[in-house]
């Protein structure tokens, strides 16, 4: 499994960026995918993810502004993030799988490195 994301960067509040996640090493479009976030000194949590079917989950926090969307034929699942603001700075992590809750333990083999996304201006 081999997960890679990109996209992050600094952005003032209420700005957007979109994250992206390229996967490799599994058959993609059978797996749920999910974004979580770490911010900094606190422990991981879930933040959102999307089903097979397309179907998706988002915590409170993010519902409305983040929307998760995946591309099955080029095996890419994306997090577009509006109306950014401090509390969302954090490094983003790409996951196979569903998972939702918080003080998550990151698993190498399912997690990939992350991307620093932070909002201050």
């Known amino acids: 499994v081999q997960l890679v994301e990109s996209g992050g960067g600094s952005v003032q509040p209420g700005g957007s960026l979109r994250l992206s996640c390229e996967a490799s090493g599994f058959t993609f479009s059978n797996v749920a995918m999910t974004w979580a976030r770490q911010v900094a000194g606190k422990g991981l949590e879930s933040v959102c993810h999307i089903n097979n079917d397309h179907s998706t989950f988002y915590i409170s926090s993010v519902k409305g502004r983040f929307i998760i969307s995946r591309d099955n034929a080029n095996k890419m699942v994306y997090l577009h993030m509006t109306s950014l603001q401090p509390e969302d700075t954090a490094v983003y992590y790409c996951?196979?799988?569903?998972?939702?809750?918080?003080?998550?333990?990151?698993?190498?083999?399912?997690w990939g490195q992350g991307t620093q996304v932070t909002v201050s201006s």
């Open positions: 996951v196979k799988g569903a998972i939702i809750g918080s003080n998550l333990d990151r698993d190498p083999a399912s």
